[in-house]
């Protein structure tokens, strides 16, 4: 059976691998066993996706990115150059801890930025942009803007990656797609 994705000479990827369409895997890369990644994926070079990883539709991993057991990324995500996700909280090198890995689930359309760390067992949510260097220690709510270590929230964002702007009423617009946002009870939710 003739592969549907692409595989550079230099990427290793291991059995039990399900892979996409049209999905590219670049140089030296290592996609160990049984990880599930979707369609129109690019995986980066030197990136390492652990056993049992699953990737949706169209996720970006740039560059030296290292995705461990436990993580889940639906469609759309974008992994930044150098960001990394833990998978145990207390890790010691004498103590064994295999198979007790924290979830991690990385939501439709959200942004990690370069060398952000993702510390295991904490969710980020739908469209949520989580800025370069930042260490997220917390879940994270759709469309939240993150910076800093421990990161906190400075914002909202929109799908297209645009910082919102709420007027009196709660509502902002994105100004490139024109999609207006509602915010209330501390959440925000796209609307018609």
Request: proline share 4%.
């Amino acid at each position: 059976m003739e592969n549907t994705y692409y595989a550079h000479p230099t990427a290793i990827i291991d059995e039990g691998c399900q892979i996409g369409e049209e999905t590219k895997v670049w140089h030296f890369a290592h996609i160990m066993p049984n990880c599930i990644i979707g369609k129109g994926c690019n995986i980066g070079q030197n990136v390492v996706v652990a056993a049992q990883v699953v990737l949706g539709n169209n996720v970006k991993v740039q560059n030296n990115v290292s995705i461990y057991t436990g993580v889940t990324c639906e469609d759309d995500v974008f992994l930044g150059p150098s960001c990394v996700f833990t998978n145990v909280s207390n890790p010691r090198s004498a103590v064994n801890r295999r198979g007790q890995y924290a979830k991690t689930i990385v939501k439709k359309g959200a942004t990690i930025g370069a060398n952000a760390t993702i510390i295991c067992g904490h969710d980020i949510g739908e469209y949520a942009f989580v800025g370069a260097g930042a260490v997220v220690t917390k879940n994270i709510p759709a469309y939240a803007l993150i910076v800093g270590n421990p990161a906190k929230q400075i914002g909202w964002m929109s799908e297209y990656g645009h910082r919102l702007h709420f007027d009196a009423e709660g509502i902002a617009k994105c100004p490139e797609s024109g999609e207006k946002y509602q915010y209330t009870q501390g959440k925000v939710l796209k609307i018609d």
